[in-house]
C-alpha cells in the first residue's frame, strides 16, 4: 500500500514559481515510478510529467515541457514539481500518481493503470 500527499499549491502571478511536492507512504515507494497529472474545470485530466523508479529518466507533456521540472529523492520518499513561467492556463488541480507502468509510457497511461492518486492540491494562476 502507497499513500500519497502533495502540498505546495496556491495562487501566484503569471509568470511566477511554484514548487509542488508528494510525499509518500509505504515501503515499495521506491519500486514505483511517479508523476503528476492536472485537471482544469471541466476538462480532461492531462498529463504534466513522470520519473522513472531511480529518478534518471523524466518525461513531460507538451504543454509544460521547458518549464516544469520533476525530481525525486528516494531517500525521502517524495517527488517534486518545479514549475516556471506560469501561465493561467496552468490553473489545475495537481495530482501526484504512482504507477508499475514505466514513466515514458505515461503520455497515454490509461487511469486504470495508476496505482495510487493522492488528493490533489489547486494552483491558480493569476493574469
Known amino acids: 500500500q502507497v499513500q500519497l500527499v502533495e502540498s505546495g499549491g496556491g495562487l501566484v502571478q503569471a509568470g511566477g514559481s511554484l514548487r509542488l511536492s508528494c510525499a509518500a507512504s509505504g515501503r515499495t515507494f521506491s519500486s514505483y515510478d511517479m508523476g503528476w497529472f492536472r485537471q482544469a474545470p471541466g476538462k480532461e485530466r492531462e498529463f504534466v510529467a513522470s520519473i522513472n523508479w531511480s529518478g534518471g529518466s523524466t518525461y513531460y507533456g507538451d504543454s509544460v515541457k521547458g518549464r516544469f521540472t520533476i525530481s525525486r529523492d528516494k531517500t525521502k520518499s517524495t517527488v517534486d514539481l518545479q514549475m516556471n513561467s506560469l501561465k493561467p492556463e496552468d490553473t489545475a488541480v495537481y495530482y501526484c500518481?504512482?504507477?508499475?507502468?514505466?514513466?515514458?509510457?505515461?503520455?497515454?497511461?490509461?487511469?486504470?493503470?495508476?496505482?495510487?492518486w493522492g488528493q490533489g492540491t489547486q494552483v491558480t494562476v493569476s493574469s
Open positions: 500518481a504512482t504507477s508499475l507502468t514505466h514513466a515514458s509510457s505515461w503520455r497515454t497511461l490509461r487511469r486504470s493503470a495508476i496505482n495510487y
